[in-house]
């Protein structure tokens, strides 16, 4: 009984550490036929260090530029700055692309507002809920927006993070974060501590 007291109060702590994990939104935009083709997806667990900056404020809706990302509903939203990142994905140059086969949940990134990123999401948003959408940009290239392939990560103070991937290059492999690694060690420790004592008991009651 003791060991099992163990092994719940190691998958608690395993628990615990797995909630604890930040949150983070992916945007993804890449080069496709003449077009561009983004999307993105996510959730924000909190607001938890960001600053409140209104609502139903009045933004053009499907606009992409080299320090602004912009899809579905225009109105009924909520904005947030705080964020530290980039202030550009490139050096910019001509007018912002609007866009066509918009799908999904409204949301912005805008990284030069006020000379501080910000974000909107939609009015009513339920915090931890995924957010997701899609658009196509015609007859647009990273050259005619001045944008530069590679990726860009904003972090809020509560540690949640929006990354933006700009072309292939840009995207990187999944890599774990500290607490998954210390879930994945702890459960490795569990583990290998049932089988030494499994062994043990083995070798205790073992007769020749």
């Known amino acids: 009984m003791r060991h099992f007291g163990k092994f719940a109060a ?12 930040h949150a983070a939104i992916v945007v993804n935009i890449e080069e496709a036929g003449g077009d561009i083709l983004a999307s993105y997806s996510g959730s924000l667990a909190n607001w938890t260090g960001l ?3 209104g609502g139903d404020i009045n933004l053009d809706a499907d606009r992409l530029s080299a320090t602004t990302f912009r899809i579905g509903k225009p109105w009924d939203n909520l904005g947030f700055s705080g964020l530290s990142g980039p202030a550009n994905w490139g050096p910019g140059g001509g007018f912002p692309a609007s866009a066509i086969s918009v799908v999904g949940d409204f949301f912005v990134l805008d990284t030069d507002g006020y000379g501080i990123p910000r974000i909107y999401i939609p009015k009513g948003y339920i915090w931890g809920r995924t957010l997701t959408g899609s658009a196509t940009f015609p007859n647009v290239t990273f050259a005619s927006l001045g944008l530069k ?3 860009y990560v904003y972090t809020s ?5 929006i990354t933006v991937n700009i072309g292939k290059d840009g995207h990187v492999g999944a890599v774990p974060e ?3 690694w210390a879930v994945t060690t702890l459960g490795f420790g569990v583990i290998g501590g ?3 004592r499994r062994n043990r008991v083995s070798a205790h009651f073992h007769f020749t």
């Open 51 to 53: 600053l409140f900056v």
């Open 149 to 151: 392939a590679g990726q």
């Open 194 to 196: 049932a089988l030494r």
């Open 10 to 21: 190691a998958g608690l702590l395993a628990a615990t550490l797995a909630a604890t994990g």
């Open 157 to 161: 103070p509560a540690n949640q993070t």
């Open 178 to 180: 500290p607490v998954s």
